[in-house]
């Protein structure tokens, strides 16, 4: 990469942390980017660009200094000592964030997991570590500052919230198995931040679930039943965003809620294309995959806010990724394509067939009433017992409702 490549990266790297920044509550007052071959392993900045930033923040009345890379616990405490003010990096931001937004107990619970695993190896010794993260972990006893007491009380918190995770990745799961077994297909949305997920959730939906300028609006997972014309029905869930650099304790610590995208039947990567820096946040939006476990789960690429690009550049995405969809989730352009195509991926798309049962079976009349349940039926024939019934099947459904009698037909027409 050339030099000004790298500075551009570097800006908007540094964009974006403003923007985190800001999710966070903080104002910017100033920014400032430093080159140099390799990180100083002591300040990770260089001697001489500590002493400037150290001068810029007393000029500009800076509290904290936000880096956006991840520092070693020995860089964050010369740098606080140095800078005499208090200092965070990238992952403290993004964790500082998610304990602000979570509202549930379960996102409670999963982003106190990521931060007190953030900051146990982060203990050394230092009397006012615990402190640092503010709320959340339960405030110290009298004549407890020793960094042993600490540190099992942080393993003993671990365990306990652990606990509660495991219990709530179980309760998941036995509901996920449940709708399975209802055959009603799931599909996940996914993508980056701001990308614009929950404006898409709720405009298939129907809801009104917050959607925000700001970066990780959304913690906690929605699902809701979307009903297609013709009886056609699926899941949709909305969940957390992603962001390069994700935390790996985050990662880790919602689990339980990722699990949701790594089992859904399809995915939709929704795609911000307005965005300068599109390329970048799918190449993160894949790592997240491949990390939750879910790069085997279909995808569709889904470019939102269509609205905000070129005519050229809607050309130069439809030639690049011909299978996509192109989308403006605000304004409800492409909405409809969006759900034919996941219609025919599903196999939700449907074909007319005629269907003879057998009424004295006990088993011809659970296929009648399943039919009844996932189909659009035409017509219903009752003559002694023999019941004749046309009906609009989805694709995916037509095998499971087999063979009845030697009259059937599979007219398609
Ligand atoms: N111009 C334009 N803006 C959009 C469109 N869709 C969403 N937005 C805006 O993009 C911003 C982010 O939208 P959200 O739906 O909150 O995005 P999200 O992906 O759910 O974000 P997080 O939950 O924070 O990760 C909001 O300001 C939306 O109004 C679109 O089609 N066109
Ligand atoms: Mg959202």
Redesign the pocket.
């Known amino acids: 990469m050339t030099g000004t490549a790298r500075r551009i990266e570097a800006d908007h790297s540094l964009d974006e942390l403003a923007g985190l920044a800001d999710a966070a509550g903080a104002s910017v007052a100033l920014r400032m980017l430093q080159e140099r071959p390799r990180p100083d392993p002591a300040t990770f900045i260089g001697s001489g660009k500590v002493t400037n930033l150290a001068a810029a923040c007393a000029e500009a009345d800076v509290d904290v200094v936000i880096f956006d890379n991840e520092l070693t616990p020995a860089q964050l405490r010369q740098l606080e000592e140095k800078l005499e003010r208090k200092v965070i990096d990238r992952t403290q931001l993004i964790l500082d964030i998610f304990s602000r937004r979570a509202r549930t107990r379960e996102g409670k619970w999963q982003v106190e997991l990521a931060q007190l695993k953030y900051m146990l190896p982060r203990l050394v010794g230092s009397s006012t570590a615990l402190s640092r993260l503010g709320g959340g972990i339960g405030t110290r006893g009298p004549g407890e500052t020793k960094l042993e007491t600490d540190r099992r009380r942080i393993r003993v918190r671990i365990q306990a919230i652990q606990k509660e995770i495991d219990q709530v990745r179980q309760r998941r799961t036995q509901l996920r198995e449940r709708r399975q077994k209802q055959s009603v297909p799931t599909v996940a949305l996914v993508?980056?931040?701001?990308?614009?997920?929950?404006?898409?959730f709720n405009r298939l939906t129907n809801e009104k679930a917050?959607?925000?300028?700001?970066?990780?609006?959304?913690l906690d997972p929605m699902i809701r039943q979307v009903h297609l014309p013709d009886r056609r029905e699926l899941l949709i869930s909305?969940t957390?965003?992603f962001i390069d650099r994700l935390p790996h304790a985050l990662v880790a610590a919602f689990r339980a809620t990722l699990e949701e995208v790594a089992e859904a039947e399809l995915a939709l990567h929704?795609i911000?294309a307005?965005s300068p820096d599109r390329e970048r946040h799918v190449a993160a939006v894949q790592r997240v995959l491949e990390e939750v476990g879910a790069v085997d789960v279909p995808l569709i690429d889904v470019y939102?806010?269509?609205?905000?690009i070129t005519p050229d550049e809607r050309r130069r995405i439809a030639e690049r990724d011909p299978g996509a969809a192109v989308?403006?989730?605000?304004?409800g352009e492409g909405i409809d394509e969006l759900i034919q195509m996941v219609a025919s991926r599903l196999a939700l798309d449907t074909r007319r067939i005629t269907i003879v049962f057998d009424s004295e079976k006990e088993f011809d009349r659970q296929q009648i009433a399943r039919l009844y349940r996932v189909a659009r039926v035409v017509s219903h024939v009752a003559t002694g017992g023999r019941v004749v019934i046309e009906a609009d099947v989805p694709r995916r459904f037509i095998e499971r409702l087999t063979t009845p009698g030697p009259e059937e037909s599979n007219d398609a027409s």
Do not use: E, M, P, Q
Not at 191 to 200: H, S, V
Not at 304 to 308: H, I, L, Q, T, V
Not at 327 to 331: C, L
């Open positions: 993508g980056y931040t701001n990308a614009g997920k929950t404006t898409l917050v959607a925000s300028d700001a970066l990780f609006v959304t909305d957390v965003g929704v911000d307005a939102n806010k269509a609205d905000a989308i403006s989730a605000s304004t």
